[in-house]
């Protein structure tokens, strides 16, 4: 069992920064693949980037690529979406997601593939 706490969201205007933070529980998290996932207000939650258990492969969806950057310190059981150039369209709760997987696994952008959540975090981005 993993519990993910989600913190760093916030109002921020337009082209703004934000970092948000997702703290685990387990002491095995490097064990764990983790997801960054988003819903907004009356559409359904979609994938925003993911990161490999050693943090040495990452992956984007096409509307944060070259703004958003994860990061993880296993040590620390942290892992880290630095968002910069924050665009309206960027407003919702954020979620990160943990997935127990192989050290070859490939990155997995579906978020039925994800065992454990967090309650998410409220991004607001004014115009």
């Known amino acids: 069992q993993v519990q993910l706490v989600e913190s760093g969201g916030g109002l921020v205007q337009a082209g703004g920064s934000l970092r948000l933070s997702c703290a685990a529980s387990?002491?095995?998290?490097?064990?764990?693949?983790v997801g960054w996932f988003r819903q907004a207000p009356g559409q359904e939650r979609e994938f925003v980037s993911t990161?490999?258990?050693?943090?040495?492969?990452?992956y984007y969806a096409e509307p944060v690529k070259g703004r958003f950057t994860i990061s993880r310190d296993n040590a620390k059981k942290m892992v880290y979406l630095q968002m910069n150039s924050l665009k309206p369209e960027d407003t919702a709760v954020y979620y990160c997601?943990?997935?127990?997987?192989?050290?070859?696994?490939?990155?997995?952008?579906?978020?039925?593939?994800?065992?454990?959540w967090g309650l998410g975090t409220q991004v607001t981005v004014s115009p």
């Open positions: 990161i490999s258990r050693s943090g040495g492969n990452t």
């Open positions: 387990r002491s095995t998290f490097s064990y764990y693949a």
């Open positions: 997601a943990a997935k127990r997987t192989i050290l070859t696994a490939p990155l997995n952008v579906h978020e039925g593939s994800y065992d454990y």
